[in-house]
């Protein structure tokens, strides 16, 4: 204590710069201009809006204002200190590096005391990982990256969750030193811990006046002096006002500490010049960081001046989340006790039939003791000298024989059953009340599974088995453990209509039993979307997701297939129903196959509906086997099908096209008239497209490779035909995406037509109207607000 004031009282006063007041006492410009008050009202404004944000600047670990932060991959803060020792907790050793690699303060380090020691470089162990990281060190014979390196889980305090912190742990985070300077700000406005005390002075400790960044400690005017001597490097480190947190002069990369000059939009992370040519962001979308920081602040001054422009808004908000939390405490209380109230109901009946079960029992018990009571009494008397043997000694000593007589037949009958009871001895009544047993388990388990009512769950609609053709079927089910409903509502409305103002109005239909319905009478070429919930007794659930569904562009066209005519009626297999047909290749095809160099002739196999169209417009749905060979689906006159059709010869293949009398080349350029037929061409599972709408009119396009495109077959096609336009148009029946729109000779009657060359099947789509599930009309539907 004496060499300290004896230290401080020879300090030279004029050469040491005058004592500067404590930074927690002056509020930064910063904070006075964002609140243009003057005065006493200025400063209780600012201290009253950073005491409010003082919750926005606590580490959640350690419940303090943040030191240090760190920024971890989830976008929360956490200090430093603080993760490192959640580190520890968790095991991981080694990996709580500092990502600023900063110098090491003087403060901290002992040896460092000395201004001889401070002259000395320390070695850094990190350099040869840095080294051998980058790909120095390798030789012949050695495979690089051949372990795989440990990855560091860091519990999130924030959110809750394990964010991974790669390899090199904590040193690969970046330092939130945008959070320190409002941390810093907001200890010197609301005066935050006093002064600021020197980390080199004996104790006591002396005001700090100065700080060194590059040393990243406190001193006071003999201290600073003491470390950094005149004629060393030291003495070349510019003062800084005293601060307990020392920030790097930049943001660097902590894994080439050079200064980040660029954004990674896809990795969402600064990089640095030699992070922007690894591959690690090989291809990824990175920009300058410049234009990163002007995005994301005009977002957020767009964000803040929505949000402060509405301040109405939020303080109605509050005030119904306010009133929301007075009839939640309302509500809950009345939930007791009704719940209670319940309990004490089940508690009397228990009470009640416990009182009625013991009745029962003491009731039998009386009536088994009063039968054994009396076979005692009757036993009593079987002995000697007294009772019934007693009254027949007497009896026997009668000598009057008539007289015996009379008195002895009563006696006897009574002696005889007396005896008969000694022979046959057996308690009156069993001393066992195993018959008043009780079986409890099942209401035991039903007390046990005794629970809330709840309502149940969104269902969940079966998007393979809902479609929409004629009518829309909408097929649903309930979650594995969602509480049974007892029926269902379904909601549903056009989204290709104009919107009104006011709320979206839905139609809906109530209490729908099981789990489909059949929504009859769609409007054609319109857009639904459907929702289904159920209920018990518990109240209604949630919605299920929308689900969306289109309706066909035209009136559905129900028709069957007619194999009555056409050649080669003995290759095609016609189901039951006339709803599918199969074509069995048969001889030709094989023989094909052994002179498919020299030429083959296959037969072209034609099915039609059994239907014409002479007017409006219409639409059917089929689905192509895909391991079909080649099949043509289509429409055409019905004169020329058959006139074209009814015995053919057989013609070349694989390479045969029909003829249809359109032809998508060159050779009918000036025919203007439209072709009789109109196929869409399928095999292997592919659709054949051509160049022009024209392509695929007819039977006959023999366009060239590089004038032809294939495309997928879908699931289901769709044939839409107008009759009065003379249009024929292929969609993908699922999505109603169209594929190829020609034009068709519509001078009379127009069948529908498919046509087989080698094996292929079709199915015919089944209309929903023969489905027996439940109806619902859509001109039933009420109008749901």
Not at 190 to 207: D, M, N, R, T
Not at 566 to 580: M, N, V, Y
Request: proline fraction near 8%; include cysteine; glycine fraction near 8%.
């Amino acid at each position: 204590m004496a060499t300290r004031a004896r230290l401080s009282q020879g300090r030279c006063q004029p050469c040491s710069p005058p004592p500067l007041p404590s930074p927690s006492l002056r509020v930064p410009p910063s904070f006075v201009s964002a609140a243009p008050l003057t005065g006493m009202a200025a400063k209780r404004g600012t201290k009253t809006s950073m005491k409010n944000m003082e919750k926005e600047l606590l580490c959640p670990v350690c419940q303090e204002m943040y030191k240090q932060p760190l920024v971890l991959p989830c976008t929360h803060n956490v200090c430093q200190a603080c993760a490192r020792e959640v580190l520890g907790q968790q095991g991981y050793v080694g990996h709580g590096g500092d990502p600023s690699s900063e110098p090491t303060s003087p403060a901290s380090t002992p040896s460092t005391r000395s201004p001889r020691l401070s002259r000395r470089t320390l070695p850094k162990p990190d350099r040869l990982d840095r080294l051998l990281k980058s790909g120095f060190g390798t030789y012949p014979g050695r495979k690089r990256g051949a372990l795989h390196p440990q990855v560091i889980m860091f519990p999130c305090p924030a959110c809750q969750g394990d964010v991974e912190l790669g390899e090199r742990g904590l040193a690969g985070l970046f330092r939130n030193l945008t959070l320190e300077r409002v941390v810093e700000r907001y200890r010197q406005s609301v005066s935050v811990g006093g002064a600021i005390l020197c980390q080199l002075c004996k104790p006591p400790p002396l005001e700090a006046t100065k700080g060194c960044t590059e040393c990243r400690a406190t001193f006071c005017n003999e201290c600073f002096k003491l470390f950094h001597p005149w004629g060393t490097q030291k003495a070349q480190h510019e003062p800084t006002l005293p601060t307990l947190s020392f920030r790097p002069k930049g943001l660097m990369c902590p894994d080439h500490k050079e200064e980040v000059t660029h954004y990674c939009k896809t990795c969402q992370r600064l990089v640095c010049q030699l992070c922007r040519v690894r591959r690690t962001h090989s291809g990824h979308k990175i920009t300058p960081v410049l234009s990163a920081y002007q995005a994301l602040k005009d977002k957020l001054t767009k964000s803040l001046t929505y949000i402060l422009g509405n301040q109405d808004t939020v303080q109605t908000q509050i005030c119904e989340l306010e009133e929301t939390v007075r009839h939640t405490e309302v509500s809950g209380q009345q939930a007791k006790e009704e719940v209670s109230q319940l309990v004490r109901g089940l508690g009397a009946v228990l009470e009640e039939k416990r009182a009625s079960l013991l009745q029962a029992i003491e009731e039998c018990q009386q009536e088994r003791l009063a039968r054994l009571s009396a076979q005692i009494q009757e036993h009593r008397s079987l002995l000697d000298g007294s009772g019934l043997v007693g009254y027949a000694q007497e009896v026997l000593k009668e000598t009057d024989q008539p007289c015996f007589v009379q008195a002895a037949k009563q006696l006897h009958n009574r002696i005889a059953r007396a005896t008969e009871a000694l022979q046959m001895f057996r308690p009156a009544a069993s001393s066992s009340f195993r018959h008043c047993q009780l079986d409890v388990g099942r209401e035991m388990k039903l007390l046990t599974e005794l629970n809330f009512l709840r309502v149940p769950e969104a269902p969940v609609i079966d998007t393979q088995r809902t479609f929409a053709y004629d009518q829309i079927f909408l097929c649903w089910r309930l979650p594995p453990h969602s509480p049974p409903a007892w029926h269902y509502t379904i909601e549903f409305r056009r989204t290709d209509v104009p919107a009104q103002p006011g709320p979206t109005r839905w139609q809906r239909r109530e209490e729908v039993r099981g789990t489909s319905a059949l929504l009859e009478n769609p409007d054609t070429g319109s857009v639904y979307v459907l929702r289904v919930r159920g209920c018990n007794k518990a109240g209604y659930g949630e919605y299920s997701e929308d689900v969306h569904l289109h309706t066909p562009p035209a009136p559905v066209l129900h028709f069957f297939l007619d194999g009555r005519w056409g050649t080669s009626r003995e290759r095609l297999a016609i189901s039951k129903d006339q709803r599918a047909v199969r074509s069995v290749p048969g001889l030709p095809l094989l023989l094909a196959a052994e002179r498919l160099l020299t030429g083959c002739h296959l037969s072209v196999d034609v099915v039609l509906g059994d239907v014409a169209v002479t007017q409006g417009r219409s639409y059917w749905a089929c689905a192509v086997d895909p391991a079909s060979y080649l099949v043509k689906v289509g429409v055409g006159l019905e004169s020329k099908l058959q006139e074209s059709f009814q015995g053919a010869p057989d013609v070349i293949s694989p390479r045969y096209d029909p003829d249809s009398g359109h032809d998508s080349g060159a050779e009918d350029a000036t025919v203007e008239a439209s072709p009789p037929f109109a196929f869409l061409t399928i095999g292997m599972g592919k659709i054949l497209l051509g160049a022009g709408a024209s392509s695929n009119a007819g039977l006959t396009g023999r366009d060239g490779p590089a004038a032809s495109c294939t495309v997928p077959l879908p699931p289901r096609l769709g044939i839409c035909l107008d009759y009065e336009r003379g249009r024929v148009s292929f969609l993908d029946a699922v999505s109603f995406r169209g594929l190829l729109e020609c034009p068709l000779d519509c001078s009379g009657p127009v069948c529908p037509a498919f046509c087989f060359i080698g094996g292929g099947a079709v199915q015919l789509q089944e209309p929903v109207g023969t489905k027996p599930e439940r109806k619902v009309t859509i001109g039933g539907f009420a109008k749901l607000d």
